[in-house]
Each structure stands twice: as C-alpha cells, then as structure tokens.
C-alpha cells in the first residue's frame, strides 16, 4: 500500500496523499498519468461538456429549489418570484432552463460521435450501455423538471405522458394512479416530481462515476476505431486534453450563455408562461425539442392500425403500440454493440456505413420536425415512414452491413494513423 | 473541425427551434415585426414609453385584465418617483387586515385601507366568475406575461391591438366577438379595446391608436422580463469575457500541443 504512493513536492499533499491517496487518484483519472490516444478529435469534447453541463444543472437546482413551492396553488407564482424578486433569480432560473436544452445537445452529440466511431463494440459494450442509461435518466429528470414550474405545457406534458403508463397489460391504470398520487395530475403528482427531480440529477452523477470507471478500464476510443498498441499511441491527458476541453468548453459556454442571455425563451413553449389549467387542453401539446423524435414515433401507429391490417382479433391498439416502439427506440440503442456486426469500429473505414450514419442522423430531424407537427395528413406519412427506417437502420441494415460491406483496409497504429494523416488531410 | 461542431450544434438548435416555433403558427396570422428599443443586444427600454404604457394599461385595460405579477413598488423601476409611487398606490383600494379586536368588516362590509406600495395591483374583479360574468363568458387573460406567453411577443400584441377590423363577407362571427386575423379562429371576446385619442398623454406624445397599442405592448414587456436590461447588460460582459478568454484557452491549446509534434 505505501510504496504505492507517489511523492509530490508539497509537503501538505504528501501528508494526505499518504493517508488518502486522491492526488494520485485525480492524477490517474484525468491528469499526466492517464493515457489517452493521441489522435482524438473534436468530438471527444461532448463527454466532458456534458459532465460540466450536469454540475451546472445541479448547482442552479439548488439555489432554485431554495426558492421554489412544490404546490399547485403557489409554483407558478413561486417560479414568477424567483424570475422578478429573488436577486439573480432570473439568471439561475434561465441557466437551468437553457442547460437542460444543452445537456441534450451535448448528449445526442456525444451519442452520435460513439455512432459514427463504433464506440460502443467489444470492450466497450457496458460503458455505452451505461451511457444509455444515463440518456433515459436525464430524459426522466428533464420531464419531471418540466412539470415544476406547473405552466399549461407542465400540467398537459405530465397528462399525456404518464397516461403512457396505462397501457401496460393489467396493471396500467393502477399504475397510472399510483404515479400520480390520486385521480390526476394534481398535488401530490407535483410533490413526487419535485422529489424524483431533486434525486435523480445525483443519482445520474452516481451513473456518470460508473461511465467513467468502465472508461479508464479500456481508455478512449479514438478517430480510427484501432485500440492503444503502445506507448506511441497515447499521451498523457493532462496537459493535453485538459487543455482541449478548456478550449471546447470556453465555446460551449459562449453558445450556451449566449442563449441564457440573450434569447432565454428561443427553445421554450410560450404556452408554458401561461397557468397550468386543467379545465382548458391547449391546442397543441408539444414536448420540449429533445422529446420531439419520440413523440413522433409513439404518436407514428395508425390509429385503424389493427383494422388497417385486416386482423381481426385485436391483439394491440395503437396507443400500446406507439408506447411499445417509443420505448423500444431506446432500447434497441443499448444493444447497437450486438446489432453492429461489423468487425472494423471507425465508420471512417466503412463507406457505406459512413453514409448511412448520416441518413440515420437526418432520419432522427426528420421526426423531430415531425413531433413538433400534429400527427395528421402528410406530417403522420412522413412520420411512419421516418419511425420504419429508424428501426429499419437499427434492426435489418446493421446487422447485414457488417457482413457485406468491403471496409478500407485500418491503419497499423494510431500512431501510424496520425503521421500519415498529416500528409493526408489532417485531423 | 472546431467550426463545425459549432456549425452543427447551431443547427440542431436552430432547427428545432424554428420547426417548434412554425407547429402552431396555423393559428393566427403571424404578425409582422416592429421595431422595439428593447430588441437587439444592446436593447434598452424607454421610460417614457413605459410610463406612457402604464398609463395606457391603467385607464383602458385595466377595467378588464388584471397585472398579478406586480406590485406598485415596481413602477419606480420605470421611471416613478418613491412619492408618485405612493400617490399612485393610495388612489386604489384593499381590504384591511383585522384591526385589534380581529374586525375585519363592519355592518357586513369589508372594511378598506389605502393601497400601499407594497401591494399587488388591484386587480377589476374579485375572481374568475366575476370576470366572466361581465365578459359575456370570456375571461380576460392576466397580462403580466402575456408577451412571453404568446408567439411573436410584443410584435403579436401590437398587430392584435391595431388589428380589428369588419370580418369579411360570408364570415360566420359569434354574437359579441370581434374579427381580427391576429387571433386564432379570428374571432375575439374583446371589443377593439383603442382608437386615436383614447387616452390623453402627459408627455405631449400624439396619440395615435398605433402609438398607444406600441406603448402598451412595450409596458406589457416591461412585465413579462423586467429583467431584461440587467440581463443584456451583464450578458454582454460575460460574453465579451468568454471570447477573450476562449481566444486565450486556444492559444494555450496551441501552444500545449505544439510540444507533441
Ligand atoms: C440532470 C440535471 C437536471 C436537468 C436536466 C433539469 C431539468 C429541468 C427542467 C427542464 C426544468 C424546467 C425549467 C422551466 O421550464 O422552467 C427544471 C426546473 C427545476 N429544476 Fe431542474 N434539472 C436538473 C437538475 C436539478 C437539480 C439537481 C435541482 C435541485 C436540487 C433542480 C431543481 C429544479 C427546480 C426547483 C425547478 C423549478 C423551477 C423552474 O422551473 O425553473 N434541477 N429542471
């Protein structure tokens, strides 16, 4: 145990890290001695916006919930006094609100990025999978969070999401009552969701430990989907990417503040400003931006679908059905490492895959233009077709691609890769 | 590469935001933009204006919708002395709290005190019922923040204000609605609520029907984002901050990197 630890020069270090070695266990998590490729790009910078993005959301939430009333009668108001009365309140509440939207866009664009690499294929299977989990808990965290401030979207949002849960066989609509605290979204729904919306952010941090630990196992993957060979291929993270991420950050924040600033509302519902209101249905009822791709798929099923089909037993209604797909559109990502059969990671040595990602990546703005449209006449068309080729492109192309397609050949090395790449193009 | 994840980040964002924004524009006819001293990065609001606004919203509309959000304490943020404040608080009524003896009414009535600065705007009627009731079933919305609470924002709530007008032969219109194509269904609750002189201002500003719908909306921003200066203010400096010191990370990355090669 003591040879294990390493000297440094401050005194006062020593002493701790002797006692609690968590110098030495920074250093070989994101300091000099942990290696990382050396060719990483661009990219590789949303994982660690997004953990920053998540300290701030933690760090507003506080400060909000210090001044927030989870009651139906006084959050809307209680809200309106943290925007006009609360020194600084207006700025807390809109940095939470535009992080929320930007711990989505840093999150799908991380998500992409172990697309497009092949990141989540063998050792690399339980750190995606992890990920995924992540991505729902901050989806449930982000729906609950939306209900809070009790608005008319809040109120209707909580309505037509948890009458999802109604259509489990036998149980849903005990279930649904159970959620909710009574006969509908009321009180007692507000209060749980408060509390749901103040855990799950720490049990996400819980989570991201958890992604961190399985990555420090197998080290990043890289640009060209080849694993660390040696010593060549790697340097060490401080300086490197410490101070790549710094950079990154530094233009995350001008986007993200930029927003907070001086449009707080571009991504929001102007119909969230107005009372929650359980005697009038809004005309629309839009989720926020970063649900619109599965609100277009669970509303995507023909209502006649089963009649439409000529069955005559009616096995499953459409609701049931778009719930199942909405749900499976998610989990069918946790299983890419299994879909995936190809052998090469990187879509940079897989040209038809290469394409593909980028039709899949269109395929998801598709629905999500769809999801913020009502499900009627061609908006519902282009929909069903959009929800058949996310599967189509999950389910059927990924696992034939990988046994058809011709890769180019892989770089020895990634060191091999990047003295190469600079008479090539470049990174 | 840098440029492009910005470039795509932008996208993502703007085009959902843009496709969000069209989803119920079906509604109404969108109204055209105007321009405000409050718009842009470096925007401001117009006292005056603003006063001109309150005005506006105390001797017309204030007979039907209601201001929840504000207390006449906040009037000195646009431009009112402490006194006129006060002046302005005790020409409204409340009910008195229980004196010593917890008489909160005398011979049935509520017994009143003046309005001080410290209370909320004295709101037309006592509930919902009361409101529809002299609205022919319609309930006058709260403006506090109906700029924020419908699309197009001040832009909506000057075309709406200037945009009566006779419904178009053949248009089927409700007793006791209004045609007006800035509302959804173009039918309204509201009587064209201004015209030309319907108030008349203190600071000499002609009232045109165009120029009193302009000051109320701008008012009504006012108190919807009575934020918003301190916002763009500080939100200048902290951007003007992050882009030196971004330019600054980028050429520590440089040079951090520079070693490798
Ligand atoms: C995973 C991180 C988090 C996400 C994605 C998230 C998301 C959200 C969202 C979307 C809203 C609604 C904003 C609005 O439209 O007004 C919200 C509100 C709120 N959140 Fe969070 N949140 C997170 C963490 C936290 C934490 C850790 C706390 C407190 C401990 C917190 C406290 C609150 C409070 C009090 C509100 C209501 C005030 C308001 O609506 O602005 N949040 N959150």
Redo the contacts with the bound molecule.
């Keep these: 145990m003591s040879e294990n630890t390493r000297k440094f020069k401050n005194p006062v270090i020593n002493w701790i890290e002797y006692r609690l070695p968590i110098f030495s266990f920074i250093d070989d998590s994101v300091g000099s001695n942990y290696p990382s490729p050396r060719n990483l790009n661009y990219w590789w910078n949303f994982g660690s916006l997004a953990g920053v993005t998540?300290v701030v959301?933690?760090a507003t939430?506080?400060f909000?919930?210090m001044n927030?009333t989870p009651h139906v009668d006084m959050a809307f108001d209680s809200?309106e006094r943290i925007m006009r009365d609360v020194n600084y309140g207006w700025l807390m509440?809109y940095v939470?609100?535009n992080g929320?939207t930007m711990?989505f866009i840093a999150v799908y664009i991380h998500i992409f990025r172990g697309m497009y690499y092949g990141s989540y294929k063998e050792p690399r299977e339980l750190l995606w999978i992890i990920g995924i989990v992540i991505f729902l808990a901050?989806m449930a965290?982000?729906f609950v969070?939306?209900v809070?401030?009790w608005g008319q979207m809040s109120f209707w949002g909580a309505t037509v999401i948890t009458n999802l849960f109604s259509v489990i066989p036998f149980f849903g609509d005990s279930i649904v009552q159970w959620l909710w605290g009574g006969f509908s979204v009321d009180n007692p729904t507000l209060n749980r969701f408060f509390s749901f919306?103040?855990l799950?952010?720490f049990v996400?941090f819980a989570l991201v430990f958890l992604h961190l630990w399985a990555l420090h196992e197998h080290k990043s993957n890289n640009p060209t989907g080849v694993e660390i060979k040696g010593d060549a291929d790697v340097i060490p993270f401080h300086p490197y990417y410490t101070a790549k991420d710094a950079f990154g950050l530094g233009v995350f924040l001008i986007f993200f503040l930029g927003f907070t600033f001086f449009a707080p509302n571009f991504f929001?519902e102007p119909e969230?400003y107005i009372r929650a209101n359980p005697l009038v249905t809004p005309a629309e009822i839009v989720p926020e931006w970063y649900f619109l791709p599965y609100y277009a798929i669970l509303r995507a099923v023909p209502d006649n679908f089963i009649d439409a089909w000529g069955i005559l037993p009616v096995i499953i209604t459409a609701k049931e059905a778009g719930v199942i797909l909405m749900f499976a559109s998610i989990i069918a990502l946790a299983f890419l490492p299994w879909l995936d059969s190809s052998k090469v990671r990187s879509a940079k040595y897989r040209p038809i895959y290469k394409q593909l990602f980028w039709v899949f990546v269109a395929d998801t703005f598709v629905l999500g233009y769809i999801g913020a449209h009502p499900a009627e006449g061609h908006f519902l068309l282009i929909g069903r077709i959009a929800t058949a080729y996310y599967f189509f492109h999950l389910l059927i192309l990924l696992p034939l691609l990988g046994r058809f397609e011709k890769t180019r050949p892989l770089p020895e090395s990634i060191s091999a890769s990047v003295t190469n790449a600079s008479s090539e193009e470049g990174q | 590469m840098g440029k492009i994840f910005i470039a795509a980040g932008l996208a993502l964002g703007l085009s959902f935001g843009v496709f969000a924004s069209d989803a119920s524009a079906s509604s109404g006819k969108a109204a055209p933009s105007q321009e405000w001293t409050f718009d842009g990065v470096f925007g401001n609001f117009d006292r005056a204006q603003l006063k001109r606004g309150y005005q506006v919203y105390q001797e017309v509309c204030a007979a039907c919708h209601s201001l929840s959000q504000i207390y006449y304490r906040n009037l000195s943020e646009i431009g009112f002395t402490e006194d006129e404040v006060k002046k302005i608080a005790a020409e409204f009524e409340v009910p008195r709290g229980p004196d010593d003896e917890g008489e909160t009414h005398e011979d049935g009535e509520q017994i009143m005190r003046a309005a001080k600065p410290f209370d909320k705007l004295v709101q037309p009627y006592a509930n919902e019922q009361a409101a529809r009731a002299a609205n022919n079933g319609a309930l006058p919305p709260d403006l506090s923040l109906v700029t924020k609470a419908r699309k197009g924002g001040a832009n909506y709530l000057h075309a709406l204000l200037t945009g009566f007008a006779d419904a178009p032969e053949g248009f089927k219109m409700q007793d006791g609605m209004s045609y007006n194509v800035y509302f959804p269904g173009a039918q309204i609750a509201m009587a064209p609520p201004i015209d030309d002189d319907a108030v008349e201002y203190a600071d000499g500003t002609k009232a045109s029907k165009d120029q009193i719908s302009r000051d109320v909306a701008a008012f009504l921003t006012w108190t919807a984002e009575p934020e918003l200066e301190d916002r763009k203010r500080i939100g200048i400096k902290v951007l003007i901050f992050l882009i030196i010191f971004t330019a600054m990370l980028y050429a520590v990355k440089r040079r951090v990197w520079a070693k490798l090669h």
Excluded: S
């Design positions: 998540l959301m933690i939430g506080i909000l919930a927030y809200v509440r939470h609100m929320g711990f901050m965290t982000a969070g939306y809070l401030p919306h103040f799950l952010p996400i929001g969230n």
